[in-house]
């Protein structure tokens, strides 16, 4: 769209700015770090759980502290990033801004 609009010339292609070079390595680097989360994750499943002699019981030890973690992510995200932007376009009610 941009090189249509303003020609090959009016695109950022390097790092500086917002170029097109950071786009194209966070369709890289995003997925990566996803994939670690994800192999941290399946290691301590399959070696915390999975190969104990008893899985089943480990299994229910294992869930809460899953749900633990994931309410502490979620809590920091909410807390972090705020609800403010979300709420915006809620009309009437407590958080409504005029």
């Not at 680097?29 to 190969?51: D, M, N």
């Not at 502290?65 to 309410?71: N, Q």
Request: proline share 3%; net charge positive; aromatic share 16%.
């Amino acid at each position: 769209m941009g090189i249509a609009s303003l020609g090959a010339d009016g695109v950022v292609w390097g790092w500086e700015g917002k170029g097109v070079s950071q786009i194209f390595a966070s369709w890289v680097i995003a997925p990566a770090i996803s994939a670690a989360f994800a192999a941290i994750i399946f290691s301590i499943t399959k070696y915390g759980v999975l190969k104990r002699s008893n899985p089943l019981k480990w299994g229910f030890v294992m869930v809460p502290i899953y749900f633990a973690i994931t309410s502490g992510i979620l809590t920091m995200l909410i807390v972090w990033k705020g609800v403010s932007s979300s709420l915006k376009s809620v009309r009437g009610g407590f958080f409504y801004k005029h």
